[in-house]
């Protein structure tokens, strides 16, 4: 189940700069807009040392991460709903992904130009989250009209149209209003006479600030006025400068890009931000499995018991799920060994209404 996140903004902000160093792969990137037509994509590595510390005390012939795939999504403009930009193509790619990236520029470079001429947040994100809604508008409204009309008929179909309006006309209102979706509060069962719109706006998402390396420690005036509005959508901030994860990605060894960091006085990379970023907000969380052929990293959602979570690995585990044998990492790493674990009694058999729990090291049992 690996996380699809799609880097979305006004061109010239810096995105395909950041996609290109969050997956060191080169993304097409020039100072003029448009230069990103189709959709560039990178799958990389989550990086999590837990997986090194497992390999350490349960020899394994490899080490397999979890991935996130990142998409490059072309520079949105004012009218991109109305096709402006070849925009309804880019539009058509933010609906594929899982979250959404919003990269907002807030550096100043007269030699980079800026469609509006001026750098505003402000007035950037107004335009980004703008041309979302109308365009999740103009498919409500569809669906709308629809649903209208299949409710006076008889059956399923007209039971099912009858309780979709109430809230088709909500995200309609707030559709109207600019305002995204994926503020109002549904129930599963809404949720899934909904779903098949696949509402942009309903998409989790978060801001990524692009500064300059100054920014990175003091902060500007740009990224106060990002965290404003972020804060009245109750939606994350992060602050990465996109040339110096640039220089970052280009380092070899992970020892190298280690001391690069603790020399720019930086915490983490922006890739390890923005994925720790994209887990949060879509509740996602690892366990892991662990053998003589391989130690896996596998993303589940927080609050999957056990046969949800095995069948992240494969339908098939959930499908004849038996029980599972568990302990948390914590346990391997106190003491050293799976049979230690064992025998310290911390290696435990749980059945199907197991909660799986963040760092948690299995074995499925399952009838074929």
């Not at 942009?200 to 600030?209: A, D, E, G, L, S």
């Not at 509740?283 to 959602?301: C, D, I, M, N, S």
Request: with cysteine; aromatic share 6%.
């Amino acid at each position: 189940m690996p996380v699809n996140c799609g880097i979305v903004g006004l061109p010239n902000v810096g995105k395909s700069t950041i996609f290109s160093a969050l997956t060191a792969a080169p993304a097409e990137s020039a100072n003029y807009p448009f230069c990103t037509i189709n959709p560039n994509v990178g799958v990389v590595n989550v990086p999590d040392e837990r997986l090194v510390q497992i390999a350490q005390f349960i020899p394994t012939e490899k080490v397999i991460p979890a991935i996130v795939e990142f998409v490059d999504i072309a520079g949105l403009v004012e009218g991109a709903s109305k096709g402006e930009g070849l925009g309804n193509k880019f539009l058509s790619h933010i609906r594929e992904v899982g979250i959404i990236a919003h990269v907002v520029r807030c550096f100043e470079d007269p030699d980079i130009i800026h469609v509006s001429n001026t750098v505003d947040p402000a007035r950037d994100i107004e335009t980004i989250n703008i041309e979302l809604a109308l365009a999740d508008l103009e498919t409500v409204e569809k669906r709308v009209a629809r649903a209208e009309k299949e409710a006076r008929a008889q059956g399923d179909l007209a039971k099912r149209a009858k309780a979709a309006l109430p809230i088709l006309q909500q995200l309609r209102s707030l559709l109207s209003d600019g305002k995204p979706t994926r503020g109002l509060e549904l129930s599963d069962d809404e949720q899934d006479l909904i779903a098949d719109l696949h509402l942009i706006t309903q998409k989790k998402m978060f801001y990524v600030c692009n500064v300059d390396e100054a920014a990175m420690v003091a902060g500007n005036a740009h990224v106060t006025a990002v965290r404003t509005i972020a804060a009245g959508e109750n939606a994350p901030v992060l602050v990465i400068c996109g040339q110096l994860e640039k220089e970052i990605a280009a380092l070899e060894t992970a020892d190298e890009r280690a001391e690069f960091l603790k020399d720019a006085g930086l915490p983490e990379s922006g890739l390890a931000a923005v994925i720790r970023a994209a887990y949060a907000l879509l509740g996602l969380r690892t366990y892991f499995t662990a053998g003589p052929k391989e130690v896996r990293a596998w993303t589940f959602h927080d609050g999957d018991k056990a046969p949800r979570a095995a069948a992240v690995i494969h339908t098939d585990f959930e499908k004849g799920f038996i029980k599972a044998e568990t302990y948390h990492i914590n346990d391997l790493l106190t003491f050293g060994s799976e049979v230690k674990v064992r025998e310290a009694g911390k290696l435990r058999q749980e059945g199907r209404d197991y909660l799986v729990k963040d760092g948690d090291i299995l074995h499925f049992k399952f009838n074929n």
